[in-house]
């Protein structure tokens, strides 16, 4: 089965266990895993809007895209649609969907005030019903093509991070240098921005919509200094945003999900104790203590943690 199948199997389980009926999405990261679409990347702040709709006892999805292009085969051609602004046209196309109108439970996982009297409308028996963290529970642990696929960001994130540091330029020349060597490597997309400041040299891409990301400190003292060494051997499962406190080192840490980009848990010294580790979780692992300063994507297993970015770039 298809990976995008395998991750909507997942969401509508979750779904389906909270009670939901039918779910309209918003946020572009639930939209990939639930979809498999490439969509074209956007930057900078949106309107919620209800991009993709979900029958969660049928699994029929209806999709925002003018176009086919990156649309997997499951998703039928006349279950697209192009952009509007226009709220009659919204509404027409929501109540176009088989089961909104019956509906007890719509689930959504961003709001608006438009979009609450809209989907009042379309759905007037309706409870409607946030469920970001319905579907970021599902996230939460990775199945193997997954684990995969963000193996291979790590890879081009790390190529971007081998690239500044070997350029002998400026701190501009040598993030742009960094950029480039993304690009060439699978990605232009970032996950985040790019860090290039004096030794400190981070970087992180989106390639098949999961991050990657790798950060390191140019040292040719102490080349192999990992000041989250002990950080990273700590994350097994059951071990409690407690437990890795205890682990960490003196200085700035941090611990938090990755996947479709930055995801829960998210733990520090200040937040997430309570948090547990399981099986097959990915975790962005960074710290900083004095001059060196280091990040790695790490896979909780049954035993010992796994680093999928590349420890030499």
């Given at each position: 089965m298809s990976l995008?199948?395998?991750?909507?199997?997942?969401?509508?389980?979750?779904?389906?266990?909270?009670?939901?009926?039918?779910?309209?999405?918003?946020?572009?990261?639930?939209?990939?895993?639930?979809?498999?679409?490439?969509?074209?990347?956007?930057?900078?702040?949106?309107p919620f809007g209800p991009v993709c709709t979900l029958n969660v006892a049928t699994g029929e999805?209806?999709?925002?895209?003018?176009?086919?292009?990156?649309?997997?085969?499951?998703?039928?051609?006349?279950?697209?649609?192009?952009?509007?602004?226009?709220?009659?046209i919204i509404y027409q196309r929501?109540?176009?969907?088989?089961?909104?109108?019956?509906?007890?439970?719509?689930?959504?996982?961003?709001?608006?005030?438009?979009?609450?009297?809209?989907?009042s409308a379309v759905a007037p028996e309706a409870e409607i019903v946030p469920v970001d963290d319905v579907l970021l529970s599902a996230r939460r642990t990775k199945l193997p093509s997954e684990v995969d696929a963000i193996r291979a960001a790590c890879a081009v994130a790390a190529a971007g991070v081998e690239a500044a540091l070997a350029h002998p330029g400026s701190d501009t020349?040598?993030?742009?240098?960094?950029?480039?060597a993304m690009a060439l490597a699978g990605s232009s997309t970032p996950a985040g921005e790019p860090r290039v400041n004096g030794p400190f040299v981070d970087f992180s891409c989106l390639r098949s919509h999961y991050e990657g990301g790798l950060g390191r400190t140019a040292n040719e003292a102490a080349p192999n200094a990992r000041p989250h060494?002990?950080?990273i051997a700590a994350c097994i499962p059951g071990a409690t945003g407690h437990d890795l406190r205890q682990a960490?080192?003196?200085?700035?840490?941090?611990?938090?999900?990755?996947?479709?980009?930055?995801?829960?848990?998210?733990?520090?010294?200040?937040?997430?104790?309570?948090?547990?580790?399981?099986?097959?979780m990915v975790l962005s692992v960074s710290a900083t203590t004095g001059a060196e300063y280091a990040r790695d994507t790490v896979l909780v297993t049954e035993s010992t943690p796994e680093i999928l970015s590349p420890e030499e770039p």
């Open positions: 995008h199948l395998q991750r909507r199997a997942r969401a509508v389980d979750a779904l389906a266990a909270a009670g939901i009926d039918m779910l309209v999405c918003g946020r572009q990261d639930h939209i990939n895993y639930i979809t498999g679409a490439h969509q074209l990347w956007t930057a900078g702040t949106r999805i209806f999709l925002l895209s003018t176009w086919d292009e990156g649309v997997p085969d499951d998703i039928d051609l006349d279950h697209l649609h192009g952009i509007t602004w226009n709220g009659a929501l109540a176009a969907n088989p089961g909104m109108a019956t509906a007890n439970s719509v689930g959504v996982d961003a709001w608006s005030p438009g979009m609450a009297g809209l989907l020349a040598r993030l742009a240098a960094g950029v480039e060494s002990d950080l960490a080192p003196d200085g700035d840490w941090l611990v938090r999900g990755s996947g479709m980009g930055f995801e829960p848990p998210v733990i520090n010294h200040r937040y997430g104790a309570g948090e547990v580790l399981e099986a097959n």
